[in-house]
């Protein structure tokens, strides 16, 4: 039964600005709407290593980022001092600063594609571009070129896992088994009952 898309998990974090903003009811209500549930919730100051693990990145990835750095540099008429690699690498480490800036709150949300339906919720990574009704798209303007430009991460409120595997991943970096409770609420009936007869007297 653990194997029911009912049960599927996703990994959630408010990032600093969000908790700075005042925006944790909002984006934990977004959620909740949905009918997905919080299984785990805590607020916690990141440490650098656990958060280095969780960005995981490899060297394919920071050349390949790098070089959209390079070519926004360049379009804006601004000198080039890294490799790709380099400003690639230094996303990551932009991130981190970023991320220990502040206390964060982390969750795990439960639920059918709860992995997908959250990515919805949240929008693009580029705040700009996500639509509007997400929660980055009604709720932030920063930009992936104003970051680039002023050598800092994206403020884009929250994260949130790509893929099933990976919520998986992150899930076990940032909490303990202890964290993730095993309950049953009454919207579940509604949802997931298949008969709908649980909710009769």
Request: charge should be negative.
């Amino acid at each position: 039964m653990d194997n029911h898309p009912k049960k599927e998990q996703t990994y959630v974090m408010v990032k600093p600005d969000g908790v700075q903003r005042g925006l944790i009811g909002e984006i934990i209500s977004r959620i909740e709407k949905t009918g997905l549930k919080i299984v785990a919730l805590k607020m916690f100051q990141a440490p650098e290593d656990k958060l280095i693990t969780h960005y995981g990145k490899d060297d394919a990835w920071y050349e390949s980022k790098g070089q959209g750095i390079v070519a926004n540099r360049i379009s804006a008429g601004l000198p080039l001092d890294k490799t790709a690699f380099e400003y690639g690498k230094g996303i990551i480490d932009a991130l981190v600063k970023f991320m220990t800036a502040g206390p964060v709150v982390g969750f795990v949300i439960e639920g059918n594609q709860s992995v997908a339906i959250v990515k919805k919720l949240v929008g693009s990574t580029e705040p700009t571009t996500s639509d509007v009704g997400t929660i980055r798209g009604d709720l932030t303007l920063d930009s992936y070129q104003m970051a680039n430009l002023d050598d800092r991460a994206v403020r884009n409120l929250i994260h949130c896992s790509d893929k099933v595997d990976e919520a998986q991943r992150e899930i076990s970096i940032w909490m303990s088994s202890e964290d993730v409770h095993n309950y049953r609420t009454v919207h579940e009936v509604m949802l997931y009952d298949v008969n709908l007869d649980g909710n009769k007297e």
